[in-house]
């Protein structure tokens, strides 16, 4: 495993005024487009935290069979390996005709492990078309949902949740966002998740209502 990185500060300045040193917190992930939607989300909430990602090491399975054990999977091994409080995220996409699938499988759907994050997500945006060629607009209902969570390594474990509701379209619109975005149309916007600017995204998603709660219990552990 990698090195333990040390945490710059106090934990008690989480709460801290704007200026004062932050608590380093490792998120459980190396995709990049997650840590800065992430980080925008936490800044939002005016945590004093730093979110760093996860160095690189050993790739933690995902055996859980949902998005919680997922995510405190994630987490715990996060903790273990940084000596850091950890968040990690489980999400995907539910989709009411395919019986809440992808699911926990939602970014390895198509079975690509090659190319880039754009190619495979690509590649699960096809075939989750082609599974729904012939399903009408009023039975492509679906969500995203998130869970979130903060594990530290003293053992403290919290999971918070966020669900947002849609339809899918029948081809993408929008260069925004990622994974599913450009077929999700949320309900009562106009526009795809990828259309939308990162604020608005981030003002209705899973992972904002999960994490703005997770923010909140974040600041209560870290000043405890």
């Given at each position: 495993?990698?090195?333990?990185?040390?945490?710059?500060?106090?934990?008690?300045?989480?709460?801290?005024?704007?200026?004062?040193?932050?608590?380093?917190?490792?998120?459980?992930?190396?995709?990049?487009?997650?840590?800065?939607?992430?980080?925008?989300?936490l800044?939002?909430?005016?945590?004093?935290?730093?979110?760093?990602?996860?160095?690189?090491?050993?790739?933690?399975?995902?055996?859980?069979?949902?998005?919680?054990?997922?995510?405190?999977?994630?987490?715990?091994a996060?903790?273990?390996?940084?000596?850091?409080?950890?968040?990690?995220?489980?999400?995907?996409?539910?989709?009411?005709?395919?019986?809440?699938?992808?699911?926990?499988?939602?970014?390895?759907?198509?079975?690509?492990?090659?190319?880039?994050?754009?190619?495979?997500?690509?590649?699960?945006?096809?075939?989750?078309?082609?599974?729904?060629?012939?399903?009408?607009?009023?039975?492509r209902?679906?969500?995203?949902v998130?869970?979130?969570?903060?594990?530290?390594?003293?053992?403290?474990?919290?999971?918070?949740?966020?669900?947002?509701?849609?339809?899918?379209?029948?081809?993408?619109?929008?260069?925004?966002?990622?994974?599913?975005?450009p077929?999700?149309?949320?309900?009562?916007?106009?526009?795809?998740?990828?259309?939308?600017?990162?604020?608005?995204?981030?003002?209705?998603?899973?992972?904002?209502?999960?994490?703005?709660?997770?923010?909140?219990?974040?600041?209560?552990?870290?000043a405890?």
């Amino acid at each position: 495993m990698s090195a333990k990185p040390t945490a710059g500060t106090d934990a008690a300045a989480a709460g801290a005024p704007a200026g004062s040193p932050k608590v380093r917190v490792v998120l459980a992930s190396r995709n990049e487009a997650k840590l800065t939607e992430l980080r925008r989300i936490l800044a939002a909430s005016g945590l004093a935290v730093e979110l760093v990602a996860l160095p690189d090491g050993e790739e933690v399975a995902e055996t859980g069979t949902t998005f919680a054990e997922n995510a405190l999977i994630k987490a715990r091994a996060a903790a273990e390996q940084t000596g850091l409080p950890a968040v990690a995220d489980d999400s995907g996409l539910a989709v009411d005709e395919l019986s809440g699938m992808p699911g926990v499988r939602s970014a390895r759907w198509s079975g690509r492990r090659d190319g880039t994050r754009a190619e495979r997500d690509e590649a699960n945006n096809a075939l989750l078309l082609a599974q729904l060629d012939d399903v009408p607009q009023a039975r492509r209902g679906a969500a995203f949902v998130c869970a979130a969570a903060l594990v530290t390594p003293g053992g403290v474990e919290r999971v918070t949740h966020g669900e947002l509701r849609g339809v899918l379209l029948t081809e993408p619109r929008g260069q925004g966002g990622f994974g599913y975005d450009p077929l999700f149309l949320a309900d009562g916007q106009t526009r795809t998740n990828a259309e939308l600017t990162a604020a608005e995204k981030d003002a209705i998603s899973h992972r904002g209502l999960a994490f703005r709660d997770l923010a909140i219990l974040l600041r209560e552990v870290l000043a405890s």
